[in-house]
């Protein structure tokens, strides 16, 4: 089965870093997404993997290691804006999204 | 990026009634559309993905005859919710993308609530 997993909840502190960890499982891979949802909104586009490595822009970074169905966001020099819900997803061989349950970051003063 | 827009951004109805939900693709084409649901604190799910000109794919328990779906364009489509319960309050969100294998872009979701 395809199953994407992703921590419920994690917390960290202004100006800190914190690493959000996702692994998948797909039938097929077309690509790792990262969305950000703030609460009462629809998900934002942060970042898309298909390629191993890590991939920076600005304060995120997103890594993938295809070999080990892993993928990591990254955030730095958090700001409490970034208290929100980060969303995994991979792209399955027919192009379809297939979403983890999101990690829902608190960022403490 | 695209932009997509959705509206109403909230709707009240009756018990019974039906709401139409509005999904466009402002300066892309959208071949494909995707809508979902997300009730408080869970994550998105997926309700069914349309293309253009053809019949949406709903997904496993989801009734197609209460969740009308419409793509007539590749810059429209439309969710209504027929006879609308109390059960069905929710968050709806659109996504809509143009290649297989670019992302979706998202609509600001639709806040709806049945009384």
């Known amino acids: 089965g395809q199953n994407i997993d992703q921590p419920t909840e994690m917390t960290a502190t202004e100006g800190a870093i914190v690493q959000i960890n996702c692994t998948y499982q797909?039938?097929?891979?077309?690509?790792l997404f990262w969305y950000q949802q703030h609460a009462g909104e629809a998900p934002t586009f942060l970042s898309y993997?298909?390629l191993d490595g890590l991939e920076e822009k600005g304060r995120f970074s997103s890594f993938l290691s295809r070999s080990k169905g892993y993928s990591y966001l990254l955030l730095k020099e958090l700001q409490m804006t970034d208290s929100a819900s980060y969303l995994c997803?991979?792209?399955?061989?027919?192009?379809?999204?297939?979403w983890g349950a999101g990690t829902k970051l608190i960022i403490k003063p | 990026g695209a932009v997509v827009s959705q509206h109403p951004s909230w709707v009240i109805c009756k018990s019974g009634t039906s709401v139409k939900i509005e999904c466009r693709s402002l300066?892309?084409?959208?071949?494909?559309m995707f809508w979902y649901r997300q009730f408080p604190k869970q994550s998105l799910m997926l309700m069914a993905t349309?293309?253009?000109?053809?019949?949406?794919?709903?997904e496993q328990g989801v009734e197609k005859d209460k969740f009308l779906i419409n793509h007539a364009s590749l810059t429209l489509s439309t969710l209504t919710v027929t006879s609308a319960h109390p059960e069905d309050s929710s968050f709806y969100i659109c996504?809509?993308?143009?290649?297989?294998?670019?992302?979706?872009?998202f609509g600001q979701g639709t806040r709806l609530t049945v009384v």
């Open positions: 997803a991979g792209m399955d061989s027919n192009y379809q999204l297939i």
């Open positions: 996504s809509a993308r143009d290649n297989r294998d670019t992302e979706a872009f």
């Open positions: 797909t039938s097929g891979f077309n690509g």
């Open positions: 993997n298909v």
């Open positions: 349309s293309n253009e000109g053809s019949k949406a794919t709903y």
């Open positions: 300066d892309f084409q959208a071949t494909t």
